[in-house]
């Protein structure tokens, strides 16, 4: 068990590696009930949410989710987040167990006309992954089965009332199950018990969405960082207008950018190793001391780095002048008393 | 179970003394608290090292970790399957998942090391 965001999480229960590696081959079923539900409603939900996410609201239909940001006015991000559209007039945001405190505070003050609840205490959430997810669903809630990606159906499993949404952070195949925190352990049990359906820790959680290349708030995004730095300018719809969006550099227009490596061996590089050009002039011997900062200086720095399972050698994602960031590029990450070599490679790098 | 063969440091490292050179590893305790392992540093062979001092890296997926030398010596084997297959620490701490084979520098250092039950003890004092 570890502390995380404020709550006490699984970081394994058999082992990170095959909890990973049976999520990408069957189902595994994560226990993310620490994340915030925030549920806003009215008339006035849709114009004053439209103000506060980046991602465009008005013509998602209920039954519809997308991903997007809440920004500072300087077009920090507080956070990445879900927006579910319920109903005609009502929504719900999905966020990070760690700024669920925040999140709701900023998002209450901002809102006027529409009603704000903060959920999280009384909603679980389940995460079930993997290729046989679809398989587990077709017994239990059949009609959750061929959502596309981004949809979501409300209906019940075994007499509990679950929201299943076709989302998640494997890159798998999968649902996002919200119901009452009354029914966790009850829903828990029942799938625990599916031959094919394996628990899976904060570990697998982590090495399965780096090998995908998907952000974690706190360590790749956060309020020093935008999105169109982090590479993420997708996620953001301009022609409305929202806070944060004025402060906003032009797509492509920031120094650096969040990109990936895969690195040489197993050897892992750690989140604040910095990260050299291979070939720089004073770059001769990868033991030595390391380059002085004129002419051969940092090019970069890490934000998050693992072992990746799938494919048995190190990987991460690193924010890189922009110049430099170009797949191929031979880097070296240092920290830590280590040395590792790697290759900038954009995500996925795996599937 | 605790081999009764070998003998172990403070900071769970085991070896099993031959004549003038020990095999040497990291305990069942150790390799539980690491959780999966993904990379092994050990030093070439020919290099010298000494009790109680870093001597080796052991990577797992969530943290790096210093592993010290129970005894003094130079390394004249390393475990080369732990190049590929480092599990095999998690697998098999005491056989299979040998890390490298010391000339000892001194034999009488071994009295430093504690024996299977003082091990055992030990343990038991952590988990208070």
Known sequence: ?351 | MTPKDLKYSKEHEWARIEGDEAVVGITDYAQEELGDITFVETPEKGASVKQSEVFATIESVKAASDIYAPLSGAIVETNEALEEHPEVINESPYEKGWICRIRLADAGEAENLMSAEGYEKYLEGLED
């Open chain 1, 1 to 351: 068990m570890t502390a995380f965001g404020g709550w006490h999480m699984p970081l394994q229960y058999k082992g990170i590696l095959t909890e990973h590696l049976h999520t990408r081959a069957k189902a595994g079923l994560f226990d993310v009930s620490h994340m915030g539900e925030l549920l806003v409603q009215g008339p006035a939900a849709l114009g004053e949410l439209d103000r506060l996410l980046t991602c465009r609201l008005d013509d998602l239909q209920p039954g519809r989710c997308r991903y997007g940001f809440l920004l500072r006015e300087d077009g920090g991000i507080l956070d990445d987040l879900i927006v579910f559209r319920t109903g005609a007039e009502s929504w719900m945001l999905c966020v990070n167990a760690a700024t669920t405190g925040r999140d709701a505070r900023w998002v209450a003050e901002h809102l006027e006309g529409a009603a704000f609840r903060d959920a999280s205490a009384e909603t679980a959430k389940l995460d079930l992954q993997g290729p046989l997810a679809d398989a587990v669903m077709r017994d239990l809630m059949p009609q959750a089965v061929g959502l596309e990606r981004f949809h979501f159906r409300e209906g019940s499993i075994r007499g509990i009332d679950v929201l299943a949404s076709r989302t998640g952070y494997t890159g798998e195949p999968g649902f996002e199950l919200f119901f009452s925190a009354e029914a966790a352990e009850a829903l828990w049990d029942l799938l625990i018990e599916l031959p094919d359906v394996q628990p899976a820790g904060l570990g697998a959680r982590d090495t399965l969405r780096l090998e995908k290349g998907y952000p974690l708030y706190g360590s790749d995004i956060d309020e020093e960082h935008n999105p169109i730095e982090a590479g993420l300018e997708r996620f953001v719809c301009r022609e409305k207008d929202f806070i944060g969006r004025d402060a906003l550099p032009a797509a492509g227009a920031t120094r650096r950018v969040l990109t990936g490596f895969v690195c040489s061996g197993r050897r892992s590089a750690r989140a604040h190793y910095r990260i050299y050009a291979a070939d720089s002039p004073r770059e001769a011997d990868v033991s030595g001391p390391g380059p002085k900062a004129a002419g051969g200086g940092p090019v970069g720095q890490v934000t998050s780095g693992t072992f990746s399972p799938s494919l048995k050698r190190a990987i991460g994602l690193g924010y890189v002048d922009r110049a430099f960031a170009e797949d191929g590029r031979a880097i070296v990450l240092r920290g830590g008393g280590a040395a590792v070599r790697a290759t900038i490679t954009s995500p996925p790098f795996v599937g």
